[in-house]
């Protein structure tokens, strides 16, 4: 059985994340990648679908947990009558293996410790054949095959492997687990605990130094960088929305997703959040992932690709599982990819924009030909519906944030040529940027509700609409602005937070209703506040953000305030990515809007 979210930390190696439970127990871990089937998958079943819990035998008194400072390294110490021990949890920066790294420190006393490794390859279906080679522990199965190194002696019992064994005051007792493709001989040991948690201890710190944040909330906004830093896979730049699959927006509820890959929208987002925090190497990886994405053909530009520029997502449900606490299906892939989001274009065009303001990159070049390609699609499709921001999955309609990311997009094409003299169709694109300007203004304004809402003559208030003053399409001062926030605030509060949209009924959104609150939308209220000079009442938001993320700094994509959960995939980029936004804006680094650079 799996734990409450807020109750899992993170750690990775920008290639793949475990999720590690209050309980020591790993419960979620892809090898080798974000996206490879997991080796762990209790998290989203039963004990029998895989962890690997390290823990004192008999009763624990208290749990302690952190990590260590400007790190994803986490230390966990329980306390029990016997003593305090403490485990050190880190994937170690890949030098070609995959490894997680497990040491168990006694710090006090002498304390009886039990181990449980079950692996179950492709997520949890397939039992492993293990044996013993050189005093290591080998399972393989399929394609995968794992080591097991430590100095502790093993025993198979009921398709598992345990252990039992006791930590004096100053021992120090690892664990190394190393993934490697099946058809290859065994690594080479692996055992060089003390350089791996330094060279690991160095990787984060000397990244972390790197960060150009504010006095205010900096641990707080350092926290979520790291936790960006480790959702984006270092051999290409691409970067995931979530480590995790399948985690429900409510619980025993349908709406269970596969987040494991690059969405544009996204990703630029995050592209935004390193670009305004000091970190230029994210954003260029980011470009040059993106151009090898699109492959020079804007014509088939998708929403979402893997993290190596893979275009089909196939999505696909995994019967032996039952879900997270009951949510099912549990899913894989993604049906979303191909549908038409209008918003994307205009996303990427403005973290382009941003990145050459800030001198990250040449706004000309072949990036300069990827931007025409998105603009001369998004000239013939702007006037479709389409599936929106919200991926919703069922009737396409013309949705007002889409027609208003349409106009970003062309806005800053025509800035990027007026600011750096690019040749262009200039003019065309300043008469489309008009079109689309005074269309939103007339068809997605509503005089009766006395706001912008979701679509063309809906009446749904959309959170997502916050973003026209961040993005420059009116002013923040703007009356139809002003009472758009105001009804946002009225109609989608959900206890301190809010909710994405006013819920439709199951034929307008294509599922059953039932979400918890979007922590991101609580971000683009604050960033509202921030523009408007409302600063107090932005840092209550920010606040109240950081009250309720976990004891180590994380947040899932929502959250139900009625029974203080956390729900949706964990960590999440956007959650955490808002949080940097807001935090950057008060502190004078990065304005929520860029638009009048």
Sequence with gaps: MSLPLEDYAMIGDTHTVALVGKNGSIDWLCLPRFDSPSVFTRLLGEEDHGYWQIAPTGGVKRVQRRYRKDTLILETDFETEDGLVRIIDLMPVRDGRADVLRLVEGVRGRVPMHMDLVLRFDYGSIIPWVQRTDGRLSAMGGPDAVLLETPIETHGRDFTTVCDFVVDEGDRVPFRLTWYPSHEDHPRSGLDCDRSLAETEQFWTEWSARSDLGDEWRDEAQRSLITLKALTYAPTGGSVAAPTTSLPEKLGGVR????????????????????????RSEAEAWRDWLVRAIGGDPDHLQIMYGISGERRLYEHELDWLPGYEGSSPVRVGNDAAPQLQLDAAGMVMDALYLAHVKEIGSPDGEIWAVKNGMLDLLEKRWVEPDAGLWEVRAER????????????????????????????????????????????????????????????????????????????????????????????????????????????DEEADGLPPGEGAFLLCTSWLADCYVMAGRHDRARELVQKLLDISNDVGLLAEQYEPDENRMLGNFPQAFSHLGLVSTINALNGFGPPSEAEE
């Design 256 to 279: 269970n997703w596969d987040y494991r890959y690059c969405w544009l929208r996204d990703a630029t987002f995050v592209l935004s959040a390193f670009v305004n925090s000091g970190h």
């Design 397 to 504: 309609r013309h949705y007002t944030h889409s027609k208003m990311l349409s106009w970003v997009a062309f806005d800053r094409a025509v800035k990027t040529v007026e600011k750096y003299g690019i040749e262009g169709p200039v003019d065309k694109w300043r008469r489309l940027r008009q079109e689309i300007h005074d269309e939103v203004c007339d068809k997605g304004w509503n005089d009766d509700v006395g706001a912008f809402t979701m679509y063309y003559g809906s009446d749904a208030l959309d959170a997502s609409l916050l973003t026209m003053p961040l993005l420059g399409f009116l002013p923040i001062d703007d009356p139809r602005v002003q009472s758009t926030i105001r009804g946002v605030e009225d109609k989608l509060a959900y206890g301190d937070f809010l909710l994405r949209y006013q819920t439709p």
